[in-house]
């Protein structure tokens, strides 16, 4: 495990904010940290950087002690907290050239990291030009910089289109193939979906589920969503040729999904019976209804 705590805690005055997490983040996978805003991801995230001291529990990292090999630990990990600490009237090349000479790397490295998160056509251009998802982009290539083993970032696609999204996802496989470990944090739980190896997921400062993503896959099982001109009349209709049904309301009923087949047959059943279909489609569930689905299974 390239991190590992056990019973992580922290408050801020009498207030709990994470209780007793115990992460397990395998070496080599991509590990998506899950919940909705204020769960306590970020904080979490801090105490494994050392930018905040646990209130009780350890952390392990590389399998070392973080309090007691701190430097060496931090060493080896690079990190992107909320927004990037980026210089908005130097080049994107120039930025990254910058933190080079803290770090004592060298110009080819430099450039390395422009091609790895595909800038180097705007390297000359000034960062405060850069789009949202640019900026997210140089932010990781700084973070990068110093070859780290272990990449952890705090909801790197936030408020980025759906393109910068995708160039991020894409992004952080590319990372994981160079045998590195990333560490992300997201309220998307579609998105980690997409990417992730392994997950966790937090809520109210408990961890709620950890896993891999098949193991998340079997609870959270798409449905099909279908909205008809009588959700009572459906459904009596699929009961009566053996279809389970999973939710019936006033203006849906919901289905729970097997293939892309099974969608065109309840549409061609539902329309030659006289039930006009308005919208039929796959759909996963909403972090919301996962965390039912998860408490009633424990």
Known sequence: ???RTEGLSFSFGSQAVVKS???EVPEGSIYGFLGPNGAGKTTTIKMLLNLLNP??????????DLQSNRISILKQIGSLIEQPAIYHHLTGKENLLNRAMLLQVSEQRVDEMLNLVQLT???GKKAGNYSLGMKQRLGIALALLNDPKLLILDEPTNGLDPNGIIEIRE????IVKEGKTVFVSSHLLSEV???ATHV???NHGKMMFQGTISELQNINQPQIYIETSSSVDAANLLKRHHIAIGEIEEDHLLVPFTSKQQIGDINNLLVQNG???????KQHKDLEKLFLDITKSN
């Open 1 to 3: 495990m390239v991190i």
């Open 21 to 23: 997490i115990s992460l």
């Open 55 to 64: 209130s009780a529990g350890s952390i392990r990292i590389f399998d070392m």
């Open 121 to 123: 056509a705007a390297a």
């Open 171 to 174: 992004l952080m496989m590319r």
């Open 193 to 195: 979906e997409k990417m």
């Open 200 to 202: 966790g997921i937090i």
């Open 275 to 281: 039930i006009t279909v308005f919208g039929i489609n």
